[in-house]
């Protein structure tokens, strides 16, 4: 199997036309969900959440990319964005969400392990792709997967 590669590669947002380019994933084709974009005026865009449900396992939701635009970082946006996909998910019967996630992505280390906290879910890691499969000083890539998921009670 080789290694997805991921378009643009970076969380930085176009402020170009929007695009879906649909990402190259282990298993074949499978149903891309995006949760609802978050504009702000002029409708400059906060951030987004892409993922889809794996074909094997569709009570999976494999989380592709979150980004948020550098002005709204720091606010809370990725974790209420992630929130809110994966709360219609479990709905429609998800009980695990996974994400590929390297070594060295902090970030993206903090935002899973509080939401795994939040959820009061398990969240395992373990190797997907190890180094030597990408190009070139591309670390190995992580798996994290997180569950079983129920809708946490709200908080007040």
């Known amino acids: 199997m080789e290694p997805p590669h991921r378009p643009g590669g970076s969380a930085r947002l176009d402020a170009g036309e929007p695009k879906l380019e649909p990402p190259h994933r282990p298993g074949g084709s499978a149903r891309l969900d995006a949760g609802e974009p978050k504009l702000e005026p ?5 951030g987004f959440v892409t993922g889809y449900r794996r074909p094997e396992r569709p009570a999976t939701l494999m989380v592709w990319q979150v980004a948020v ?3 709204h970082r720091g606010a809370g946006l990725a974790g209420r964005m ?5 709360r219609a998910q479990v709905i429609d019967g998800v009980t695990h969400l996974e994400t590929s996630i390297t070594p060295d992505n902090e970030a993206s ?3 899973f392990g509080a939401f ?3 959820w009061e879910a398990s969240l395992e890691c373990s ?3 190890g180094a030597g499969l990408f190009p070139e000083s591309h670390l190995a890539e992580e798996l994290f997967r997180i569950g ?3 809708v946490p009670a709200r908080r007040h």
């Open 127 to 129: 190797e997907l792709f």
């Open 109 to 111: 280390r903090r935002l």
């Open 42 to 46: 002029p409708h400059r865009l906060g």
């Open 82 to 86: 992630l929130d809110h996909l994966v």
């Open 148 to 150: 079983p998921l129920r």
């Open 116 to 118: 795994a906290r939040r």
């Open 69 to 71: 635009n550098a002005a």
